[in-house]
């Protein structure tokens, strides 16, 4: 069955920084797709990033980056340099490809503080 | 490119009374998707809607919830009747095509609280 983990509920971190947030994801699946998204206080889930199954190179973009590890079902997320509007709850997720249906897993996320 | 957009952003109802929930999708996207977020969890799909047509409402209570997407694009939810238990967030998101390659992109939820 498909299941999103992430292990850590809250992390609180000083300005500048930087912080990992932990993924580990099961699937049955040879193909699916991983995703992170953010939900700042104002509720609206925003897009970060995907990556599929095949495709393991770390992705770096500015201050973000990700290492997916296929061998450990991992997909972490990395903070460099943190800060105050990085402040939010980060949701890892996973999509199974099943033709026409595409429901995103969500695991409970982990809300982080970052303090000035 | 204007995003989703929901209404109302927030709602307050008593248990037993019925409510509805509206969702635009960005335009040109045939996916549309409504997510349930009840406090300190991930969203949870309810239903998703491939053009007027439903293709998972596997996880939507059917017994109190319904939902539609009359000519592909609009859509509604509704509870009817509200239990305690159904005060959420209620995501609505869309994505150009249903495979799981294309992201979704979230509007900013409707708050429901049931007293």
């Known amino acids: 069955a498909q299941k999103v983990t992430q292990a850590q509920t809250e992390i609180s971190v000083v300005e500048k920084e930087d912080v990992t947030l932990d993924c580990v994801y099961e699937t049955r699946d040879t193909t699916y797709y991983l995703f992170w998204y953010k939900q700042p206080p104002s509720g609206e889930l925003v897009f970060l990033i995907r990556r599929n199954s095949f495709d393991e190179q770390n992705e770096i973009s500015g201050r973000y980056s990700w290492n997916f590890q296929k061998s450990t079902s991992s997909f972490n997320f990395t903070i460099t340099a943190s800060q105050v509007v990085d402040s939010a709850v980060y949701f890892c997720?996973?999509?199974?490809?099943?033709?026409?249906?595409?429901?995103?897993?969500f695991g409970t996320g982990t809300l982080l503080a970052v303090q000035p | 490119e204007a995003g989703v957009a929901q209404s109302p952003r927030y709602k307050i109802i008593e248990k037993r009374q019925s409510v509805a929930f509206w969702c635009n999708p960005i335009?040109?996207?045939?996916?549309l998707y409504w997510y349930q977020q009840i406090l300190g969890q991930g969203p949870k799909l309810l239903i998703q809607f491939q053009n007027n047509g439903v293709v998972d409402d596997s996880q939507l209570p059917k017994d109190r919830f319904s939902a539609e997407r009359l000519k592909g694009v609009d859509s509604t939810l509704k509870i009817q009747p509200a239990k305690l238990e159904d005060s959420a967030v209620y995501l609505c998101a869309s994505s150009l095509r249903a495979d799981a390659s294309y992201e979704q992109y979230f509007g900013p939820g409707t708050r429901l609280t049931v007293t």
């Open positions: 997720a996973l999509s199974e490809d099943r033709g026409a249906t595409n429901k995103l897993i």
């Open positions: 335009s040109g996207h045939a996916t």
